[in-house]
């Protein structure tokens, strides 16, 4: 039996859900997988406030975020936004901030070949990449090849740091905005993998990950371009 496409370790995940005697709800949540630990606690909760005659969806969303009915998802030609329309384009540039503030720019790469990888911190697919991520950065020299993850799940400076340590990543990770997500069509989600060549133009598109499979699919593309 193949293992499971995230498989890192133990496959078993433990949950602790915690419950506030003095109203009988939920205020805290432990996830412990083989390859992180997460705790979500909530605070001055509010339930029901709200006349549901008042809610709009809308008023949830940036203005300039477009909202789609899911019955109506497929009757638009071309279905929900895709990033597959940037494939043979320009890759859109940035000036992003990485772990220590220091400013740093796609036109400031030089390496010839250059993976970015939209990931996010609490997302058990990117953890499960990092490990041949890690073995990618070293498997070609700096002039050839270079590798940038992009944090867009966290904007916490000190939580990307953190992270980037206890990983002990090899290769660069900056703090996404809202435009660099926006400009890439990610939605905000992870992983995703741009593989650009020496021009910048968006070659090679990849969402998800799974063991081998993408480890394969991605070197594949970057000796195809070297």
Same mark, same amino acid.
């Given at each position: 039996?193949?293992?499971?496409?995230?498989?890192?370790?133990?496959?078993?995940?433990?949950? $602790?859900?915690?419950?506030?005697?003095?109203?009988?709800?939920?205020?805290?949540?432990?996830?412990?997988?083989?390859?992180?630990?997460?705790?979500?606690?909530?605070?001055?909760?509010?339930?029901?406030?709200?006349?549901?005659?008042?809610?709009?969806?809308?008023?949830?969303?940036?203005?300039?975020?477009?909202?789609?009915?899911?019955?109506?998802?497929?009757?638009?030609?071309?279905?929900?936004?895709?990033?597959?329309?940037?494939?043979?384009? @320009?890759?859109?540039?940035?000036?992003?901030?990485?772990?220590?503030?220091?400013?740093?720019?796609?036109?400031?790469?030089?390496?010839?070949?250059?993976?970015?990888?939209?990931?996010?911190?609490?997302?058990?697919?990117?953890?499960?990449?990092?490990?041949?991520?890690?073995?990618?950065?070293?498997?070609?020299?700096?002039? $050839?090849?270079?590798?940038?993850?992009?944090?867009?799940?966290?904007?916490?400076?000190?939580?990307?740091?953190?992270?980037?340590?206890?990983?002990?990543?090899?290769?660069?990770?900056?703090?996404?905005?809202? $435009?660099?997500?926006?400009?890439?069509?990610?939605?905000?989600?992870?992983?995703?993998?741009?593989?650009?060549?020496? @021009?910048?133009?968006?070659?090679?598109?990849?969402?998800?990950?799974?063991?081998?499979?993408?480890?394969?699919?991605?070197?594949?593309?970057?000796?195809?371009?070297?």
């Amino acid at each position: 039996m193949p293992l499971p496409p995230f498989d890192i370790g133990n496959t078993t995940s433990i949950y $602790e859900l915690w419950i506030n005697k003095s109203d009988n709800l939920p205020f805290k949540e432990r996830r412990e997988m083989s390859h992180d630990i997460s705790v979500s606690t909530c605070s001055n909760l509010q339930i029901n406030k709200l006349n549901i005659r008042d809610f709009n969806i809308n008023d949830y969303f940036p203005k300039d975020y477009e909202t789609v009915k899911y019955s109506d998802l497929h009757k638009k030609s071309g279905d929900s936004p895709s990033t597959s329309g940037l494939t043979g384009k @320009k890759a859109p540039g940035w000036i992003l901030e990485n772990i220590d503030g220091q400013s740093l720019s796609l036109a400031n790469c030089k390496s010839k070949v250059i993976l970015i990888n939209f990931t996010g911190i609490g997302c058990g697919a990117c953890q499960a990449a990092v490990p041949f991520l890690k073995k990618l950065k070293e498997l070609f020299s700096n002039e $050839e090849f270079d590798l940038i993850a992009i944090e867009s799940w966290s904007h916490n400076a000190s939580a990307i740091r953190n992270y980037a340590k206890r990983k002990d990543l090899n290769y660069t990770i900056l703090n996404a905005t809202n $435009e660099v997500i926006k400009q890439y069509q990610t939605g905000g989600a992870a992983p995703f993998f741009f593989i650009l060549d020496q @021009k910048r133009i968006i070659r090679k598109i990849i969402r998800g990950y799974s063991t081998e499979n993408t480890d394969k699919e991605i070197i594949n593309a970057i000796k195809e371009l070297l």
